[in-house]
Antibody
Framework: EVQLLESGGGLAQPGGSLRLSCAASGLTFRNYAMSWVRQAPGEGPEWVSTISWSGSSTWYADSVKGRFTISRDNSKNTLYLQINGLRPEDTATYYC????????????WGQGTLVTVSS | ATRMTQSPSSLSASTGDRVTITCRASQGVYSYLAWYQQKPGKAPKLLIYAASTLQSGVPSRFSGSGSGTDFTLTISCLQSEDFAIYYCQQYYSYPLTFGGGTRVEIK
């Protein structure tokens, strides 16, 4: 059974930083592109970033480009999202999802981790 | 960016009803179109991909059709567990984009 478990969310001040992690199990992690998708309260999902299976290619939404960095450690089956320069509009539940690259949908999702940006 | 427009934004229906939700892409996405179901407090769940392929484990009352710019999700006989929000999403080009959602409520 595929499981994706996010961690690292919490309350942060505007301009601050957080590092989100997603521990994957039940799949051959190194074979798949992985993504982060966020959802602000009461809103629909918003794609944030995707990383290729090898980590050599990354893609970002314009709203986070230059502030967020996606990375992965295939030896640890873990996906990361480094978030810098936090803004109130970054407040959302952040989901880790399998897919998003190579013309693949998001077929597995984690339970999400809530990031709240407020002073 | 490819804009995804869903209609209606909400609908009320009864169990046993046939429900149709449409999704229009601002530019062609071939068949790289997925449908997700989301219930309160839960992550979205993949129902259909490649516009019409049912994800493993999803009941056959769900079906999808379309290609290019116009797509449809149909629930043939609405069940109580189907009351949720449904989103379409294109995965043809970056940025990957979702529709605004359709809330299916109990009449």
């Amino acid at each position: 059974e595929v499981q994706l478990l996010e961690s690292g969310g919490g309350l942060a001040q505007p301009g601050g930083s957080l590092r989100l992690s997603c521990a994957a199990s039940g799949l051959t992690f190194r074979n798949y592109a992985m993504s982060w998708v966020r959802q602000a309260p009461g809103e629909g999902p918003e794609w944030v970033s995707t990383i290729s299976w090898s980590g050599s290619s990354t893609w970002y939404a314009d709203s986070v480009k230059g502030r967020f960095t996606i990375s992965r450690d295939n030896s640890k089956n873990t996906l990361y999202l480094q978030i810098n320069g936090l803004r109130p509009e970054d407040t959302a539940t952040y989901y880790c999802a399998k897919g998003g690259g190579d013309y693949n949908p998001f077929d597995y999702w984690g339970q999400g981790t809530l990031v709240t940006v407020s002073s | 960016a490819t804009r995804m427009t869903q209609s209606p934004s909400s609908l009320s229906a009864s169990t046993g009803d046939r429900v149709t939700i449409t999704c229009r892409a601002s530019q062609g996405v071939y068949s790289y179109l997925a449908w997700y179901q989301q219930k309160p407090g839960k992550a979205p769940k993949l129902l259909i991909y490649a516009a019409s392929t049912l994800q493993s484990g999803v009941p056959s009352r769900f079906s999808g059709s379309g290609s290019g710019t116009d797509f449809t999700l149909t629930i043939s006989c609405l069940q109580s567990e189907d009351f949720a929000i449904y989103y379409c999403q294109q995965y043809y080009s970056y940025p990957l984009t979702f529709g605004g959602g359709t809330r299916v409520e109990i009449k």
